[in-house]
């Protein structure tokens, strides 16, 4: 739920899961869920790599 709401407001969604909890179909299930709603408010994915390229330059 918070991903939603996070989403709607056009924050900015982390999402993280451990190994051995997508191997449990509970957890596994939440974070797809997860995604998909996220997705559907129009979330644009990227890495942290490209979280730091969108950082404007900070003036001197």
Do not use: E
Not at 27 to 40: C, G, S, T
Not at 43 to 54: G, K, S
């Amino acid at each position: 739920m918070s991903a939603a709401r996070i989403a709607r407001r056009g924050g900015l969604v982390r999402r993280a899961v451990g190994t051995a909890d997508l191997a449990r179909s509970g957890p596994r299930q939440a974070l797809l869920d997860a995604v998909d709603i996220a997705l559907h408010h129009g979330v644009q994915a990227f890495t942290y790599p490209d979280l730091v390229r969108r950082q404007p330059a900070r003036a001197a």
